[in-house]
């Protein structure tokens, strides 16, 4: 690992060279090897970096080199952190962008915590997957209910370079402590050898399209996420509809729903959708919202959440509407990884995206008339916001999207 990738691969070409040096030319090989290593000894160590990594950032995600402030190696792969992108500060890990700091990529990442803490009625250990920018995990560790919060990440470099994204994820890295803790570990294989109970498991597994990816969205994952669970516990994972095709979401949510059958779809960001579930239905009080919001208002107000209606406006699929949309079809499964064979079109979701207002009620048992018309109208509004980020060119461009959507409420 000292070495890194270009030595490392240097060192290997110049091996095989000596070697058939020694074979075919043994007067020769002193003078070749002497030539190769003084060559690598004054080859410039980013030049791989430079010439490769930086190009794939530059050409797929527009992101500049003079934008990128650290890249490191570890035995998982590159992680590169990019700041003052359209997208706010990005981490991007082996070449593909993992997420941003914009409005959008914190608003789905801390209602990763924040909605199923609410959901659930007496939250006490809460473990989360994939640190990333450390924004849902941060959102975790600000409630003060919890007793025990774990993290679990793969590589040590996201974990080195989360100091990038301290103001964003509540500087958690900085407040580690018994009750707070970071394990660097693979999720299945920490599932597999864990011994604990957790009420809640929250994930946001890199995307589902990336090669070996599809293990953390399959059948057998969900299997092994439901063991730690305690009764009613719940659990939480990012959906991104932007990247799939509709019959890869109906056989995703037919996993989903085959071990977690009291499940719900909620709107993270305009196209980041979250599944909560859980093997018991799951019934709330308005009044959890309502904490949630006088104990947090400060950080959902920051992505767009003002009052409790404008969390319940996000809601969108019960259970009984996604086990209708993945009845027909088979689920992804560790010997049926769809996902990674599955082809690069244009999704076709759109019925994942209606708001089921009745469902919800199912949910929350005691909303009044007041609060369904409440709900209406935030929903209307974010509907007229979707449809003006959609037909204009700001999709990509999330700076001002919020005080759209405040403004349009009113």
């Not at 070495?3 to 043994?26: D, E, F, N």
């Not at 799939?244 to 909620?266: H, N």
Request: net charge negative; charged share 20%; hydrophobic share 40%.
């Amino acid at each position: 690992p000292w070495l890194g990738v270009q030595t490392s691969l240097l060192t290997l070409t110049g091996l095989g060279l000596l070697i058939a040096m020694v074979a075919l030319a043994p007067k020769a090989w002193i003078a070749v090897a002497w030539t190769f290593w003084l060559g690598l000894a004054f080859l410039p160590r980013d030049l791989l970096v430079q010439h490769f990594h930086y190009a794939v950032y530059l050409r797929y995600y527009g992101v500049q080199p003079q934008e990128i402030v650290e890249f490191r190696e570890d035995l998982y792969g590159t992680v590169a952190v990019a700041k003052g992108t359209e997208i706010g500060d990005v981490l991007m890990v082996n070449e593909t962008m993992m997420m941003g700091s914009g409005a959008g990529g914190r608003r789905y990442a801390r209602l990763m915590s924040h909605l199923p803490l609410c959901l659930h009625p007496r939250p006490k250990k809460l473990l989360v997957f994939c640190f990333g920018l450390g924004m849902s995990f941060g959102a975790a560790s600000r409630h003060s209910e919890l007793e025990s919060l774990r993290c679990v990440e793969l590589s040590s470099a996201v974990l080195e370079l989360g100091k990038h994204f301290a103001s964003y994820n509540e500087h958690v890295l900085d407040r580690l402590n018994p009750n707070i803790q970071v394990t660097l570990a693979d999720g299945r294989n920490f599932l597999l050898r864990s011994t604990a109970r957790y009420d809640i498991i929250t994930f946001e597994p890199p995307p589902p399209r990336n090669p070996g990816i599809v293990n953390l969205y399959s059948l057998d994952y969900y299997r092994l996420c439901r063991e730690p669970l305690t009764p009613g516990g719940m659990i939480c994972e990012w959906m991104p509809l932007a990247q799939l095709s509709d019959p890869i979401a109906r056989r995703m949510i037919r996993a989903f729903v085959e071990v977690f059958p009291e499940a719900s779809l909620w709107e993270g960001s305009i196209d980041d959708y979250l599944l909560v579930g859980s093997t018991l239905p799951v019934k709330v009080s308005k009044q959890r919202f309502a904490q949630l919001f006088r104990e947090h208002s400060e950080q959902l107000a920051d992505i767009g959440l003002f009052d409790p209606l404008d969390l319940l406006a996000s809601f969108k699929q019960g259970s009984s509407a996604l086990e209708r949309y993945s009845s027909q079809v088979p689920p992804v499964s560790d010997n049926h990884p769809y996902l990674e064979y599955s082809q690069s079109v244009r999704p076709s979701v759109e019925e994942l995206r209606i708001s089921d207002i009745p469902a919800l009620e199912q949910v929350v048992q005691d909303l009044d008339d007041q609060d369904r018309r409440g709900i209406h109208s935030r929903v209307e509004a974010l509907q007229s916001l979707q449809n003006y980020t959609r037909l204009s060119s700001a999709h990509g461009d999330e700076v001002t999207w919020l005080w759209q959507y405040r403004w349009a409420r009113k």
